[in-house]
């Protein structure tokens, strides 16, 4: 009999581990090496560039390997892109270590979400994602808060040391992973009949196809990801521009700490207003998301950070929905490639926006 509840559990665990580090704060960490804002905005943009490139071929491999066996892969990425940063002493190789934490991303995104979906269908429960996809975003912004709370200590060890703690972390997920189980959303006879490569293709035309017939979905995962990107660039470029604000270091963490705990509030609240609309939900998110923009430009450091909670609030209301949405209209068996379509969409915004706002939030 197959134990959902066990399985959910260990893609708990997993996301856990995978989120708490001592790196949370990378964007602090490196204006702390010396590296501008508009240095970081590159490197943001790097993350964003690999995304866009190997987001749907990701979700196709999931799709056709396995979503568990991706897992597995986007563990090992994030462990080598950590090694890369430990070894890094110019923009180059953080760059390329930003590139591999984006392989690690890719290869996680749109194989979580299938693998938990297609469990909880295969235990006649699909009713219940949207509560897991809560979940999910609380332990995201409980474990980043909690990785930022730590931002002092990981700029006084140094981030060789706060980096090498990843990689245990790696090694504990890795063995997470294996014991999950392998939920397959097409027939495996089926499969086995056709070569690999007509399989790729194969799945990658259906997933085109759908989107095609499915305008619809692509409109909610651009409006999705547009609100998105901007709460993540404000939070990220935060981490820098409070220290500038005159907070003191010791409440740096505590600060970063608040603002995650708005996505907490986002997920939680938006399964008690479950008869609200769509199109309310979205408008709602997105004006929550402007106030936070807004208020970054305030002369306070509180104020900032107030906005940026009220941000986190809007974004993770509306990731939840949307995700819930999208994941009852996808087909199984193109299920993580569909979710790698919303991350790519997610990706192409953010490479124009991520270099445009290291220069609106260095010099406006």
């Known amino acids: ?70 897992l597995l892969v986007s563990t090992m990425m994030r462990m080598i892109g950590s090694v890369i940063m430990i070894a890094s002493n110019n923009l180059f190789m953080v760059c390329m270590s930003i ?12 194989s979580d979400d299938a693998l938990a979906y297609d469990s909880l269908k295969l235990a006649g429960m699909e009713s219940g994602f949207e509560r897991y996809e809560s979940n999910q975003l609380i332990i995201y912004r409980l474990c980043s808060g909690i990785s930022t ?30 014991s999950l189980r392998e939920i397959y959303a097409a027939n495996p006879a089926k499969d086995e009949e056709r070569q690999i490569i007509r399989r790729l293709i194969a799945c990658f035309q259906e997933s085109l196809s759908f989107l095609k017939e499915a305008r619809k ?30 907070i003191p270091e010791w409440g740096l963490g505590t600060a970063l700490l608040f603002m995650e705990m708005g996505g907490i509030v986002g997920s939680k609240l938006i399964l008690k207003l479950s008869t609200l609309g769509y199109k309310w939900i979205f408008a709602v998110s997105a004006l929550l998301v402007l106030i936070g923009v807004m208020a970054e430009h305030a002369p306070l450091y509180w104020v900032m950070a107030l906005g940026g ?19 009852k209209e996808f087909p199984s068996q193109q299920r993580a490639t569909l979710t790698s379509v919303e991350s ?10 991520s270099p445009l706002a290291g220069i609106v939030f260095t010099y406006w």
């Open 149 to 178: 709370l730590c931002a002092g200590f990981a700029l006084t060890i140094g981030h060789r040391l706060a980096y090498g703690t990843d990689l245990v972390m790696g090694v504990i997920q890795i063995m997470v992973l294996l």
């Open 344 to 353: 790519f969409s997610f990706s192409a915004i953010m490479i124009v926006l």
């Open 309 to 327: 909670f009220i941000a986190a609030v809007g974004d993770d209301a509306l990731q939840v929905r949307t995700n819930a949405l999208l994941q």
């Open 99 to 110: 590139a591999f934490h984006a392989l690690s991303y890719n290869f996680s995104s749109g």
């Open 1 to 70: 009999m197959f134990k959902i509840r066990k399985q959910l559990s260990k893609l708990y665990l997993s996301s856990m581990l995978g989120n708490l580090s001592l790196t949370g704060a990378w964007v602090a960490i490196l204006a702390a090496r010396g590296y501008s804002l508009v240095e970081i905005g590159i490197a943001e943009t790097v993350f964003h560039i690999t995304s866009l490139i190997f987001e749907i071929p990701s979700g196709v491999l999931a799709d056709v390997f396995g979503r568990k066996k991706m």
């Open 217 to 246: 979905v692509m409109g909610v995962m651009l409006c999705n990801s547009l609100v998105g990107a901007v709460d993540i660039l404000l939070l990220f470029f935060l981490q820098a521009k409070l220290p500038e604000k005159g």
